[in-house]
């Protein structure tokens, strides 16, 4: 079993940062009003504005293992025959999925079925799925964007090692 963690963006962590906050701040003006009513308020307002976003930042993740892909985000979960995709390809598509990240693979499955995930380790999520039984004609016509995604993981190594040579 491989468990793949999703890439998370910078600009959505602060999102969801700043919701944290807001949402803490807009429940300490109704528990200083105090009752019955704001009390109940404020634990939804706390649930639902600050408790799920956490949920499904801290929980999004892809497993691969015994010819499937499952998908976790908060209370969502997607169970995917490996064998059943079709197709596995960059996007930078602004649909939205079990992704938190703008840099991301979209998945054709099934009968005309999409899901767009992002793991932090493209290349060995990628190559763990040709491990479980990804379909080879699916893996030549996506050679092109595994290359691609070793490329980038090399710029990314590169632009690391940049930085701690400054430090």
């Known amino acids: ?5 999703s890439k998370v963006d910078k600009w959505l962590l602060i999102c969801l940062i700043l919701s944290v906050i807001a949402c803490l701040l807009g429940t300490s003006v109704m528990l200083e009003e105090g009752g019955t009513l ?23 993740k892809y497993i691969v ?13 997607w169970a995917i025959p490996i064998e059943s995709i079709k197709s ?13 990240s703008f840099d991301r693979l979209e998945i054709i499955y099934g009968e005309d079925k999409a899901i767009i995930v992002s793991p932090a380790d493209e290349t060995q999520f ?3 799925l040709e491990q479980e039984g990804l379909a080879r004609d699916v893996m ?12 980038k993981t090399k710029k990314q190594l590169k632009k690391t090692k940049k930085l701690s040579s400054l430090s």
């Open 38 to 60: 704001y009390t109940s308020i404020a634990a939804i307002t706390i649930i639902a504005g600050a408790g799920f976003p956490l949920w499904i930042f801290v929980s999004t």
């Open 1 to 5: 079993m491989d468990v793949f963690k």
């Open 65 to 77: 293992r015994n010819g499937n892909l499952k998908i976790i985000s908060g209370p969502f979960s």
């Open 88 to 100: 596995v390809e960059e996007t930078q598509s602004t649909i939205t999925g079990p992704a938190l």
């Open 140 to 151: 030549s016509a996506n050679k092109k964007a595994v290359e691609k995604m070793s490329k």
């Open 126 to 128: 990628m190559q763990k």
